[in-house]
């Protein structure tokens, strides 16, 4: 495999949205061609190439080693980073990666090169070059919730950082805003900041973009936990139900969805395809729980023994790896399977397995095999290929969707 090498300088999301009003997402420039003699291409990003298709990659972690390695999925080119020292985590916002590093707690920020620009009735794909973007010391980050001009880390053992997302674009790691002490998750929404407080009394606040706190919401959510941003809103993962936050007319409302009936412990993480309103945890109790926030509701499937667990979207499966190394696709709705694979000789509680869903396949990495599995989920759950990252793949996250 060759190291991709690519001169290339990004831009910031603010700079993004002037180029598309400029290119004819919001309408064409009135001036005359006189004054506009080169037209800027509909969608461009200075100094990224556009694609006509999503150019998905692969960023994984060695545990032991601290290895990095970028995969591309079109190519299967490798590209090697700097190692991390300690890397005991990874979190992903579809761009960027960032590993953690609980003994030295420091998150190293890695962008992979790939990404997409939803404008709601269309898409476009980016490729640029893949580079690390630097430490950003003090936090452990476990999860990562992102917009066009903000990025919230959220700390596994406590603690969140508000990043500028043109500044990483940029690679330069810079705190936009600040986090009151005490904050247990931190997302973007509707041009504003959602702050779940922690604590007994789960206060959750609505901040501006600068960090100045605005309302307070109705609904609270004790001991959060698990958080995810989705077409249909926020969601975060409370001890006694799942808050779900919505935006109508700059308005955003609260409701705290109830676990199922007789399900046991609570949720963990959130997984879901990007861009899917269905999502999927594996609860405390070891339980494979769905929730769809059309309706919204949680639904419990009776798979035991899951480690790793994701939805692929409305219409779609559940795809569930138990201990034994078997994958299983599952109905969303009445748990029923669909198909199962024998796909790994074993799974290790120490560094669990993921699952990470596109709109047409999904990935499992096999550390002890040293490998990625791409999997066709819509044929059965064939192995469509077999990837080598050139390390052991203990951490893994999906960018370019």
Known sequence: MTREHRNTALVGAAGLSALLLAAGC?????????????????????????????????????????????????????????????????????????????????????????????????????????????????????????????????????????????????????????????????????GRLLVAEGGAEGGVRVHDRSGSPLELLDDTCAQPRGQALTRRGAVIGCADGTLHVTEDDGELTSTLVPHPDGAEGRTGEFHHRPGSATLASVSTGGEVWVLDLAEPGWTRLDLPGAVAVTAVGAGGPVLALTGDG???????????????????????????????????????????????????????????????TGTTPHFMVETGR
């Not at 509909?42 to 601290?66: K, M, N, T």
């Not at 990874?90 to 953690?100: E, H, K, P, V």
């Not at 198909?339 to 002890?368: C, F, K, M, Q, W």
């Open 326 to 388: 078997t994958l299983h696709s599952l109905d969303p709705r009445t748990g029923e399977e669909y198909a199962s694979a024998d796909l790994l000789s074993g799974t290790d509680p120490e560094h669990a397995p993921v699952i990470r869903a596109d709109t047409s396949r999904a990935y499992v990495n096999d550390a002890e095999g040293g490998v990625v599995h791409e999997i066709d989920y819509d044929d059965d759950l064939r192995v469509a290929r077999t990837l080598d």
């Open 26 to 190: 919001a309408g064409q420039d009135a001036r005359g061609a006189e004054e506009a003699p080169e037209e800027t291409p509909h969608g461009h990003v200075e100094g990224a190439r556009e694609s006509a298709e999503p150019r998905s990659r692969l960023v994984v972690a060695d545990a032991r080693s601290g290895e990095v390695r970028v995969l591309d999925l079109v190519t299967e080119e490798v590209t090697g980073l700097d190692p991390v020292e300690g890397v005991d985590g990874i979190a992903g916002d579809g761009r960027f990666a960032y590993l953690s590093s609980s003994d030295h707690r420091t998150t190293h920020i890695v962008d992979s090169g790939a990404w997409t620009v939803d404008h709601g009735d269309h898409s476009h794909y980016y490729r640029a070059e893949i580079r690390a973007v630097g430490p950003l010391e003090g936090l452990v980050a476990g999860q990562a919730s992102t917009d066009t001009a903000l990025t919230a880390l959220t700390g596994r053992d406590g603690g969140a950082a508000v990043l500028d997302r043109a500044a990483l674009e940029e690679g330069e790691v810079g705190t936009a805003a600040p986090v009151p002490d005490g904050a247990a998750a931190v997302l973007p929404i509707a």
